[in-house]
């Protein structure tokens, strides 16, 4: 059974640090398109961060900078370490693990999303 399991989520004032992290059972996210999205309320899920197989990270726009996708192989969990936060950046975050092949689906689990609150 495969299982994503987030944490680190809370509540930070604008300007300071968090970092939340997603550990990984019954798949591996070192040989997978690992990813963290972010929901706000009223709003879509978006793109915040992605890290393939090959290492390459892609993040969006106003988080660039700011935030960093890494991997842990041994402990299989992936981390968003996010700095200088701001109540822009308040949402749920959901880790993603997914893979392609030849363009088919062949496997997309999320974890359950933990609450990132930044006051101003």
């Known amino acids: 059974q495969v299982q994503l399991v987030e944490s680190g989520g809370g509540l930070v004032q604008a300007g300071s640090s968090l970092t939340v992290s997603c550990k990984a059972s019954g798949v591996s996210f070192s040989m997978s398109l690992a990813g963290w999205y972010r929901q706000a309320p009223g709003a879509q899920r978006e793109l915040v961060a992605s890290?393939?197989?090959?290492?390459?990270?892609n993040y969006e726009d106003s988080v660039r900078g700011r935030f960093t996708i890494s991997r842990d192989v041994a402990k299989n969990t992936i981390y968003l370490q996010m700095n200088d936060l701001k109540p822009d950046d308040t949402a749920v975050y959901y880790c993603?693990?997914?893979?392609?092949?030849?363009?088919?689906?062949?496997?997309?689990?999320w974890g359950q999303g933990t609450q990132v609150t930044v006051s101003s």
């Open positions: 993603r693990c997914a893979r392609n092949n030849w363009g088919i689906r062949e496997y997309e689990y």
């Open positions: 890290l393939n197989s090959n290492g390459d990270t």
